[in-house]
């Protein structure tokens, strides 16, 4: 029964929309060669920035290509570890390099390299079973057809669209992934269509949700622009029809399920707010084992303080994330198990100090995760009946 909450937690991570749309960078013209570059992905989230002054070369009939990468080493110590996880232990939590052509008419992106998805509230699995576990060593890439600057069609392995965290812990914020990520998608194989107008940007794709290779999810995303400093962003989606091959990076029953995200970012100087609110529901699908329909329901706030460079701590940010969220159904009836045990709860608080010198960054991390209404054999610990865990980590690394 361990090993079957460590397959349903979806590894998945969100990608809020609106910072996407501005990472794929829809602009046709050609950049001077002394101009700033088009943003390029992976998306960064402003904990860890990208190379200012990326690597390129002119691919003739193609226009220039960017090759961008990152490479990152991590130590973790945790309490109330599970059977076959570690109380300390190291490994390269990223070795990547990512190809970009984001401007013209035809675009691409590919993302090639060993990772690993550090996550809240489940053992740590390494790099070198990962990757091939996972995503593969090609964990993402597209093809991008961009006739105007507010349209644009991609087809490939995509990143989600879904929630307010990346994939890649370089990335994101903290170090790990949360606990509401586990309820979603990371990548996903699949064509996406994007359409800007004015402060609107509107997404929708098709694809295989929870990496599942079977077609059956749909998406629908809108961010509004409020104003330079505001942004809202709704985001839909979910299964078409059921499914029932579940593997490691595709969990039985979150990839049948509904799916519903609303991300709200403020911006106010040095400060970066944003708060979000997410439901997804499992129906009754026999065929599956969830006799019952269960759902979840969470709530998570990221706050970050970035040090501007006439700050004596200049490079330094202070990034936190405070979680809860729930689970409805319970064993007698049937429902299925999409945390700790069917109606379990959790909430959790990581904060994650930060430096960054040109290339070079390293950041700390602290984190606690508090469990109730749980189920016995399905927490924490070599029996799973310890209901936190605390971790320390350690990340360092270069972008270049």
Same mark, same amino acid.
Request: with cysteine; proline share 7%.
């Given at each position: ?23 794929w960078?829809?602009?046709?013209? !050609? ?18 920035s990208?190379n200012? %002054? ?28 599970? $059977? ?12 990547q390099?990512?190809?970009? %052509? ?26 070198? %079973?990962?990757?091939?576990?996972? @995503? ?35 990335e ?13 998608? $990371?990548?996903?194989?699949?064509v ?7 402060p ?32 809202? $962003? ?35 100087? !040095? ?10 529901? *499992? ?13 979840? @329901? ?13 700050? $004596?701590?200049?490079?330094?940010? *202070? ?7 729930g ?11 999409l ?16 430096? !960054?010198?040109d ?5 700390l ?23 936190s ?12």
């Amino acid at each position: 029964m361990k090993k079957s909450r460590i397959a349903t937690h979806g590894l998945a991570c969100g990608a809020l929309i609106v910072r996407s749309m501005g990472a794929w960078a829809d602009g046709t013209a !050609q950049p001077a060669p002394d101009a700033t570059p088009p943003t390029l992905l992976p998306a960064f989230s402003g904990s860890v920035s990208a190379n200012s %002054k990326p690597n390129s070369f002119d691919a003739g009939p193609l226009g220039t290509v960017y090759i961008t990468g990152v490479v990152s080493g991590f130590a973790q110590a945790q309490n109330n570890i599970d $059977a076959g996880d570690k109380n300390v232990q190291g490994d390269v939590s990223n070795a990547q390099i990512f190809i970009n %052509k984001p401007t013209g008419l035809v675009q691409f992106f590919a993302q090639a390299g060993a990772y690993s998805l550090p996550d809240l509230g489940v053992p740590y699995i390494r790099s070198s %079973k990962a990757t091939n576990a996972f @995503y593969g060593p090609f964990p993402q890439w597209y093809v991008k057809l961009a006739p105007t600057d507010s349209f644009s069609v991609e087809v490939g392995k995509l990143p989600t669209l879904i929630g307010a965290e990346y994939t890649f812990s370089f990335e994101n914020l903290n170090i790990e992934r949360g606990l509401l990520w586990n309820q979603e998608n $990371a990548v996903n194989r699949g064509v996406q269509v994007n359409y800007t107008k004015g402060p609107l940007a509107l997404s929708v794709s098709w694809n295989d949700g929870m990496y599942s290779n079977k077609y059956s999810w749909a998406w629908l995303s809108a961010t509004y622009t409020i104003d330079p400093a505001d942004t809202l $962003a709704v985001i839909a989606s979910g299964s078409t029809r059921h499914t029932s091959e579940p593997t490691l990076v595709t969990p039985l029953y979150q990839n049948n399920e509904q799916l519903y995200n609303i991300i709200y970012t403020h911006t106010a100087g !040095q400060w970066t707010f944003q708060p979000y609110v997410q439901y997804t529901h *499992v129906p009754a699908i026999a065929a599956i084992g969830a006799f019952h329909g269960a759902s979840t @329901y969470g709530a998570a706030l990221f706050v970050n303080y970035a040090f501007d460079g006439k700050s $004596a701590p200049a490079g330094v940010s *202070v990034p936190v994330r405070v979680e809860y969220i729930g689970s409805t159904g319970n064993a007698v009836e049937g429902a299925p198990n999409l945390m700790y045990g069917p109606g379990s709860k959790a909430w959790s608080i990581t904060v994650t100090p930060t430096y !960054q010198h040109d290339a070079f960054f390293a950041r700390l991390e602290l984190s606690y995760v508090g469990t109730s209404s749980t189920t016995p054999g399905l927490v924490f610990g070599p029996k799973g009946n310890d209901t936190s865990q605390s971790r320390v980590l350690l990340e360092t690394g270069i972008v270049f």
